[in-house]
């Protein structure tokens, strides 16, 4: 079984990680690791950081991926028609950028496997008003309508250009998760109105049409889509809708008390239906919680460690090609950042150890503090050090923003609004009546302009480890998401305290 690192990449990445290496319990050849951008979480490379997808390609060929499973979204270099996708907050990533990290991954003896959505979570598409009339239904921006001509041209126009820009590309992936809202459109409605029809038909019928031009353009391709979407059916409707042959489907769960036993009964049925073939997706980072700043890896080893029990139970029957580790970078193309790669480095390394070794104990620990350098394997746990970052990519930017995600989460900053003080002497009454008393409004401002201090500090240090990273717009977006709440309520009651001193 391989193991697959999958990232997505969006002018908002929603990317990051997917599967393992050698020595995986799994049936078949060692795992591979994928992240998912749906990756495609924290990106991989960032178009104006040429020095960083070698070193964090290596370290990730060390740690035991064998794969990247890559999802673009508007930071592929689209050209022509579909130029408008490409990602405006930031630049997105040139031809060249693209060559550069399939090279690099080559040299790292890593397949690369692009994601291409083709049914659900095409936002990066559907959002611009040239696209509008390609959706399922209006207020739903990720769903195509499968119904239009025009929805499906753009979808193989997409697919041959990422194609083309990954010479000798051995698999690719059409996504079609979450296809929300499905038959809820009227051309939809129109068609399902005939005896017989129905939503799974629909999407089957959208998907196999995909799946037959991949592989009528390049029949060498092995082509990979979730299996959300299809968990509902049947196995005699999936034996007889055309995907088997076409299409081997990757099961994703994040959960770590994932249902072993209903996910070997899924990959029984999958089986039981033609599609022996399948593919696992665990994840290392971003399904926690949407904002997540600081990543748990115990939450991620557990998921593995499900994992394991799900392939040591399925029967020879299920062929399990590999495990797609994830780590996404937003929960879709419109939501907020989550975690960064740099924060979760421990709980990718820490993933695949579980995956090499069968379990996560002494030895799988040492072995991730060793590989990283680091003295253990929760990021919040790990000591400070001086110590260059050549086999932790990002080590000080990790350590950052632990630091200031304990400040911007202590009840003293969060809710300083609550502090007695203020409560007591400074509330909106009494600041709307001019009636706070000088004394009480100069401890407050004294305690208040404390905090905005330490915060700006701690603030400044993340954001210029930040940019040696990441471009300007991704660290604009993490200050405003998370220092900006915490700091705005801060800074205007100093305001108005300095206010009333001064008046007064």
Same mark, same amino acid.
């Given at each position: 079984m391989s193991t697959l690192a999958h990232r997505e990449e969006t002018g908002s990445p929603r990317f990051e990680g997917s599967p393992p290496a050698d020595g995986i319990p799994f049936k078949g050849n060692p795992p591979l690791l994928s992240d998912r951008n749906p990756a495609h979480s924290d990106d991989l490379t960032l178009a104006d950081r040429c020095s960083s997808p070698p070193q964090l390609i290596q370290v990730f060929s060390e740690l035991g991926v064998e794969g990247l499973l890559v999802e673009y979204e508007d930071m592929f270099p689209y050209g022509g028609e579909l130029q408008l996708l490409q990602a405006t907050a930031q630049p997105a990533y040139s031809r060249e950028d693209v060559l550069l990290l399939q090279d690099c991954a080559r040299s790292a003896g890593l397949e690369v496997i692009p994601l291409v959505q083709t049914f659900g979570h095409m936002e990066f598409v559907l959002k611009h008003q040239s696209m509008l009339h390609l959706r399922e239904v209006p207020h739903c921006l990720g769903t195509l309508n499968p119904h239009k001509e025009e929805a499906v041209k753009v979808v193989l126009e997409m697919l041959r250009q990422v194609v083309e820009l990954h010479p000798g590309v051995r698999t690719l992936h059409i996504g079609a998760d979450e296809v929300y809202l499905l038959g809820e459109g009227e051309d939809s409605r129109r068609w399902l109105a005939s005896p017989g029809r129905t939503v799974e038909q629909l999407f089957l019928d959208h998907v196999t049409k995909v799946a037959r031009a991949v592989k009528e353009a390049w029949p060498h391709v092995t082509v990979i889509m979730w299996d959300d979407m299809m968990r509902e059916m049947s196995g005699e409707t999936l034996k007889a809708c055309g995907l088997v042959g076409l299409v081997q489907p990757?099961? =994703?769960?994040?959960?770590?008390? @994932?249902? %072993? &036993?209903?996910? %070997?009964?899924? @990959? &029984?049925?999958?089986?039981? #239906?033609? @599609?022996? &073939?399948? =593919? #696992?997706a665990s994840c290392f980072k971003g399904s926690t919680a %949407?904002?997540? +700043?600081?990543?748990?890896t115990q939450s991620h080893v557990d998921n593995h460690l499900q994992w394991l029990k799900v392939a040591a139970s399925v029967s020879a029957a299920v062929n399990l090609k590999g495990i797609a580790i994830t780590g996404w970078q937003r929960y879709d193309h419109l939501s907020v950042l989550c975690e960064l790669m740099p924060v979760a480095l421990p709980s990718l390394a820490? +993933?695949?150890?579980?995956?090499?070794?069968?379990?996560?104990?002494h030895e799988a620990g040492s072995r991730v503090k060793e590989l990283l350098g680091v003295s253990s394997v929760e990021v919040e746990a790990m000591e400070r050090t001086a110590a260059d970052d050549s086999r932790f990519p990002g080590r000080r930017l990790a350590e950052s923003i632990v630091e200031i995600s304990f400040l911007l989460n202590s009840e003293e900053l969060r809710f300083f609004e609550n502090n007695k003080f203020v409560r007591g002497w400074f509330s909106p009454f009494q600041r709307r009546r001019k009636m706070a008393n000088p004394l009480m409004c100069m401890q407050i401002h004294s305690q208040a302009s404390t905090y905005a201090a330490a915060l700006q500090q701690k603030a400044a240090a993340v954001r210029d480890e930040m940019l040696r990273f990441y471009p300007d717009a991704t660290a604009q977006e993490w200050m405003e998401e998370h220092v900006s709440p915490v700091m705005t309520p801060i800074q205007q009651i100093m305001e108005e305290t300095g206010a009333c001193v001064n008046t007064q």
């Open positions: 990757m099961l =994703w769960d994040y959960n770590p008390n @994932l249902d %072993v &036993e209903q996910t %070997v009964s899924l @990959l &029984e049925k999958y089986s039981g #239906a033609g @599609l022996s &073939e399948l =593919w #696992a %949407v904002d997540t +700043c600081v990543t748990c820490s +993933c695949l150890q579980t995956l090499i070794h069968g379990h996560f104990g």
